[in-house]
């Protein structure tokens, strides 16, 4: 049985839908109200009660800039939440695969990040997520995957894509930041790469072993919030007109990465995943929210 965590957000969602797509896999979906990994009994418990072999950890605070001041909440989820999560699943030898953000790499460099790359989190929101990556990683040292993502966004929850689509039908203009450069990822993807990792594990194509550590995930190519923005009007065939600015005359209060692009070359070289272009993955969320 395969345990989603947070599985009412926008990822844990995904999972629920592609569920069907994977027969062979068994799943139990755990949303806030069933399973707060906050709370160490808790989990404790639902282990307990659940025959788990695998943990998908769907839940995170995510709110970026409400973080600034929520960091007690936002530490309980991202850190000892995931923390918790990691020890019952070290106990029992459960792989816990967990997800993490782009936001961890915040500098100067201008070449897409690997894995190995130096991190420097600013915000609440980031350090956090960076915290729960080592707390996990310390508590279950051979058993925690994080996959590292960025600009996530699918037909379900709040998103960027969602956002731009009730604005743009609103208002003639946007203003929308260009100094911000990275890789959307279409949740639904990212979740069929991580169901195909855990298949071929339980075939024995991948060792378990191997998924061990920091691994990127995003779509391919490389964007600005300006270009995303603009891709989707144009393929929605929107009239509204996106205007670039900077962001430094868009304050929020938790600053964003100005260049966050992953290097995905370790996930697809070593576990075989093959990732679509942004554009071609925006193309497939379109037309499934004008069905
Ligand atoms: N969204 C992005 O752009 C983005 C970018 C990079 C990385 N990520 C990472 O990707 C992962 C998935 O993000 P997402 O977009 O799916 O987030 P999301 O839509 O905000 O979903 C997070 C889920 O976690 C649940 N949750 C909150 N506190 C919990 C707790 N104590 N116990 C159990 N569940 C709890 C929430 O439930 P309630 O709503 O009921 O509280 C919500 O359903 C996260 O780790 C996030 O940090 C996201």
């Known amino acids: ?3 989603i965590t947070g599985a009412k957000g926008q990822l844990g969602q995904c999972f629920e839908q592609l569920a069907t797509d994977f027969p062979q896999l068994s799943f ?3 949303a806030s109200g069933d399973l707060d990994i906050g709370d160490r009994a808790a989990v404790q418990r639902f282990f307990t009660r659940h025959s788990i072999q695998w943990c998908i950890n769907c839940a995170a605070y995510t709110a970026v800039d409400k973080a600034e001041s929520e960091s007690a909440q936002a530490k309980r989820i991202n ?3 995931v923390k918790n999560l990691a ?3 070290a106990a029992q030898n459960i792989p816990l695969i967990h997800f993490s953000t782009d936001y961890v790499y915040h500098s100067k460099q201008n070449l897409p990040f690997r894995e190995e790359d130096a991190v420097s989190p600013k915000g609440v929101y980031a350090r956090t997520k960076l915290q729960g990556e080592r707390a996990a990683r310390k508590a279950h040292p051979a058993g925690v995957m994080i996959i590292r993502t960025s600009w996530v966004y699918s037909a379900i929850g709040h998103n960027f894509v969602k956002t731009m689509l009730r604005l743009g039908a609103e208002r003639p203009v946007l203003n929308v930041v260009f100094d911000q450069i990275g890789t959307p990822t279409y949740a639904p993807d990212l979740a069929a790469a991580v169901l195909s990792i855990i298949d071929k594990t339980m ?3 991948i060792a378990r072993e191997t998924l061990a550590g920091i691994w990127h995930y995003s779509n391919e190519g490389v964007t600005s919030w300006y270009d995303f923005a603009e891709a989707i009007f144009d393929i929605q065939g929107l009239p509204c007109r996106v205007q670039p600015i900077e962001t ?3 304050p929020t ?3 964003r990465p100005p260049f966050s692009v992953l290097n995905k070359s370790k996930i697809k070289s070593q576990l075989g995943i093959d990732i679509p272009h942004w554009r071609e ?4 969320c379109l037309n499934v929210l004008d069905r």
């Open 1 to 3: 049985m395969i345990l």
């Open 28 to 30: 139990v979906f755990a």
């Open 79 to 81: 850190v000892t939440g």
């Open 87 to 89: 020890e019952v699943c």
């Open 203 to 205: 075939r024995g194509e």
């Open 248 to 250: 430094k005359d868009f």
């Open 253 to 255: 209060p938790a600053q």
């Open 281 to 284: 993955s925006l193309v497939r």
